[in-house]
């Protein structure tokens, strides 16, 4: 199995406006850019803002559709993941992401 990344496509518009882009997803679209290969080593879906988002949702259940969400494949332990209690598997949202990317494929971390 591979680790299975989701992302917001930009662009899109709600009741307060936009066009916007999710700053968290920003934050992993420049890690992906610093390394390109992850792209490979990594399952990556874009998707549209509205929800629901059914991809996610068959992945670790309604109660966490917030992107981006990484949802580990569990080769790696990673004890700061939570677990869905829909489904069963282990996920990181946000910012959470960056440190498990360094451990898993060996590449830098934000710097503090």
Same mark, same amino acid.
Request: aromatic content about 10%; some cysteine.
């Given at each position: 199995?591979?680790?299975?990344?989701?992302?917001?496509?930009?662009?899109?518009?709600?009741? /307060?406006?936009?066009?916007? &882009?999710?700053? /968290?997803?920003? &934050?992993?679209?420049?890690? +992906?850019? &610093?390394?390109?290969? +992850?792209?490979?080593?990594?399952?990556?879906?874009?998707? @549209?803002?509205?929800?629901?988002?059914?991809?996610?949702?068959?992945?670790?259940?309604? @109660?966490?559709?917030?992107?981006?969400?990484?949802?580990?494949?569990?080769?790696?332990?990673?004890?700061?993941?939570?677990?869905? /209690?829909?489904?069963?598997?282990? &996920?990181?949202?946000?910012?959470?992401?960056?440190?498990?990317?360094?451990?898993?494929?060996?590449?830098?971390?934000?710097?503090?």
């Amino acid at each position: 199995m591979t680790d299975r990344l989701y992302l917001l496509n930009p662009d899109w518009h709600d009741d /307060a406006g936009g066009p916007w &882009f999710c700053p /968290a997803g920003a &934050f992993v679209e420049g890690i +992906l850019s &610093f390394y390109p290969a +992850l792209r490979e080593q990594l399952l990556i879906t874009y998707l @549209d803002h509205p929800r629901p988002r059914p991809p996610v949702i068959a992945e670790v259940g309604e @109660d966490h559709q917030s992107c981006p969400l990484l949802v580990l494949d569990g080769t790696l332990d990673w004890p700061d993941a939570p677990t869905s /209690a829909a489904t069963g598997r282990r &996920f990181l949202q946000d910012h959470a992401i960056a440190p498990y990317l360094a451990a898993r494929y060996g590449i830098g971390l934000p710097h503090p």
